[in-house]
């Protein structure tokens, strides 16, 4: 996520230069046939290539709209995370104590160092969930070592590490670890024992919202023409332009560059702006800046824990912040 | 579901093809009326041509963003179909052990192989729901034995694939086997059995989803009439054009044909995508992914179970998932 | 609900052949004011006519926006009948059996013929609520003897055919047998009671949805002066065209009567199209099919019931399905 | 809420007259200076107004959508107060009958004259919750005395009249007597009393809803500017309009006048008609009827309650419902 | 939030007289280069600007659409919470009693003053909690003294004073404040308590969606360009408009400079009015009015606990509601 107020027009330039070369190559060759070489059956009228532009607006401002969109959703969905974490840690601390209190379950309280071991597991636990979560939505599986490995036991990691999918079955691991606290160890009565599960289920919700995000692309029919349309509108336009500045007289022909390339730019912009937050879990300048909220995370849960040693926040790296 | 990043020219040619000739041989009857039989009341003026245009582009906005809410619609349904599915078999897993914990039944612990099967049985059961809803949604009875049928015993088969609707009764078996767990095996308590339940009304939720999508088209009164104005908008478009590219000198007529074909391209292709996306469950290049969907909630219900044997996930077939 | 792709031109033309001619004799009249009478100054510039068509594209636009979010919502609130009734009898067959698990309560459990009994009077009563919304919402009291009574107790019938909103009567008594199947009877247990309670509240907030679509029109200072705009553009359209027709030649200006309805008739076609999706329960060609879905919902339940003699799905009238 | 499908010609006009004066004024001194006096450089070239007004449309579709979306959310709070009253009542009804089953409470069966007592208290209490609430929507606190007095115990009524929010304490109310019936009468069970909260807790929701939109305007600096951009492209177009007019003729300046004032007219229109749906609350002729709903609201609960005497729905008053 | 119906002229102009003086001398430089100076290649044609107007409108609305919505958004989540804090006042009160319920728990029923300690703390950490958040939001750490610390113990204001995310621990205290109150104190049964940490779950949600708005700007490449888009078309709108009005005669040419300067404030305005909205949580005057809200949330909740010494509601400040 870029985090400066307004962008650098330096990062604008580098992402657009070739594009203005292109505009201002074309539009120079329109000129050139139009005026030294007198070949005036190159103009078109502009009004037809106006209203193609605006028709092209509108449909480019549908798929930003649909874009835009998806982008919300996702943060949504990461916001919705950070949420039921503390959730989870606040139920798993306070639900889970020393007492037993599940029916007919016979054992012995639970001793403080026994306790801060369970909590511990099931808050970790859940840490690793959010980054397996992470990682593999941005494809990086090289990052399990030193961000969810960690996290777990080292067994448990190799098992997991291995599944088709880690954090489905770390949840499920989650709900094991409940249904042993329940039955075995009788530390959850059965109003704890279904909220929690109740949780949990909340959780495959929140990462059933990414993969189906990162599953199912901005349909392609509409994204691709939107590519092609502008890129068509761009090309006709010195067309349309050069018989409406000639009309200004003879020299003014040549003001056809500066401002074909200005219109294309802003046309193709608005098209390109519209992309990038088309998939926000690319590991890209505008995705939702997971690892940070993945920070986050751990260190509300592990201050909840008790815990001193905490990481710090992460800070934007050349403005932007992942 | 199209999956590459631009859609291949070969695709785009071969649906568009027969709609460029149309255009092409309107435009030269325009032009040949117009120039070589010199009959110039064939021309009207483009100013209300593309008021015209702009009112039309309007109107298929509203339609395109109409349909893409459908196919989103549906797609976040199966997605749901997704999350459930686990959460689910979670449930499943974690809260029918072998203890017997419902209040007043009297019946001895359950073993490991009854529990195997006993879990075995509602996921199976449950990703047969899946299949059995979507070979409904597409309409291919046809893939009962091989989709369907192998996930249920023989007998169930045979009955529920006569059903009026065997996604419906599939769901109420499952719920007679949760109430023959809680009441005559004792498996489940009271908490875990409600518990289960509303997990089986959110999936009745969920494939009422999908039927409302496919058994109520886009409104055909808002639907059609996108696809009138835009041939109506086309036929005039070289009439105001030919007007336009002849003031401009009288070899320029001929260029209203190139002109004229572009921008009816353009208008009839925002149309057509926008068509494409109306009805996402019709085993066309654009529906919802069902049967990868299937798979993948195949695959995780499996490997919850512990099986090792999985099937792959589905690939896309040229270029398209389906 | 209109079901075919497309409609058909004699629908089409039967509802727009009036206003087709108020378009022509229109234009016509403008026509010969200014050709044969050649009094110009009825002619006013295209431009800001022009103007005024687009404001008014957009307000027809934002218009249908509304209308057809009603519909849909209409749509999915008796999509949420249809799954909220298979909820209710998966609930009712499933949670209320021969077993006697109220706490507190002394009673004989049920025998196979009381329990079909207890069965079908909650489904059949369900069935009847479904078809006393929909005559309610449709004002067709007529219909209570053929739709509703025959799902109800004689008694029940007349006593509720005489509430102020059947309907509203109808869950409630769902309710009442819901405290005497636990209090008195004890074949539901608490948590069971209070799921099914669940249930009726959220079937109370679907009859409100419909109540409130039907009783609050879409507010009618923006549906009318749509219907005002778009006649007044209609009506300068032929006096703006005509200059810009006779500007290219005499005999031009009578194109100016085709165009003017071809134009008028889009303007107004838009109009109407978002007209006739604004009150969905009329009894109309774009209603929701409500006897349609009432006729699923009975279906389903008496299959679950375990009923053989179904009715027949119902069919489209005439390409319309009620 | 106005009722009538069309508008009456002679509210337009009632509410129109002052401006449509204002313009026929404006441009008739507009056409006076270029006319008679002469002076053409009041004259300004349309296309740069038109420009504007394309803009403007846009502003005030933008700010239309918001105002609607206003009326729209106000109107589900309302149906969703319908909606939970209708619950609440059933839950009273059917959760609190003769049978004391509270665990660990000690208390006789309760007689049918209790209940009665018992039931018409908790609804009484509710329809006088609603009707509080909407007067102090409406800000007219004169309508204690004949709309909530009578529904409450007069201690109690005077006791809340004095709270700073009525409804906030009479739901807090609600809740305590909720209590009583668990704790001291034993008439609830547990499930039976969280159950009834929650449907408290939503009544607080339904509430805060409604005072939201109550003391948040739209912004204003949203609506604001769009009332000042109307008015200035307003003022602009007879000056715009006036060259275009006299192209074609000297006599055809006066026309300027009367296209003015029309297109003055649906510009400011569609402004003032978005700007009647953004305040719901303030007894005016679009607000939501609330008096009507609390009266619906009345009738079922004491229909439920068995009474007779019940009072008459509401019928608009000069086509207005309140 | 800014409260007077009307802006003040004197705060529009404020605001906005740098702007206008700049689009004053720009327009006067072109005027004066194209007069004066006769250098009349500066012109370029006006259509191709208008296209390009029409463009940024549509994309100035897709950016006024977000930042809307994010106001909104930030509304209703304040609106929550003041619901949520009324449920929550309500669940305290009636849900401890002195009555103790817990199951197997041996303690004294609770004294009225206990009763009230016990309430009072409840909601007194609650009201600490919103102004916990809205400072942080905010971002003055310097108002916790005046505004958090009165209801909190000292120690425990102390410690939370400290933590990284003091709203986050507050809540989570409340929750180890029930688990007291089950298990301990034995005042609050397990259906009460569950309930309860249910409403702690939904303010962590609330909580959430407030730091998810703080923390994610609306995407700046979208909101960027926007501003970008206006002063390129701003810059380029007198060098249109002075071909057109110099068409209607040589001294016209001035007029460029009042109109230039009308519509480039428009299009200005319309921008700077979503700019506004975008980040509703600055402590400006646009802002979400959280320390309204939250005075008004601990009036209610001072109230319920029968205090009488109630602090007044906010008033505005130079019509401004903070």
Known sequence: MYVRNNLRWRLIFANSWRNLLAFALWSAVVCAVYGPLNLHSVAIPWQPVATLGIAVSFYIGFKNNGSYDRFLDARQIWGGIVNSSRTWAMQALEYITSRVDAPDVDAPAAT???LTLRHRRLL???IAWCNALRIRLR???ELWDTDVAPFLDPAESEVMRHRQNPATHLVREQGAELRRLREERGLLNDFQHVSMM???ERLYDL????????NTPFPRQYAFFSYVFVWLFVGLLPLGLIGEFSRLGPDHIWLTIPFSILVSWVFNTIEVVGHTSENPFENQMNDVPMTALCRTIEIDLREMLGETNLPPRLAPVDDILY
């Open 112 to 114: 403080a160092t026994e």
């Open 139 to 141: 494809q990086q599986p």
């Open 198 to 200: 109740r949780t949990l």
């Open 207 to 214: 990462q059933g919202g990414c993969e189906r995000i990162k």
């Open 124 to 126: 970790y636990r859940h």
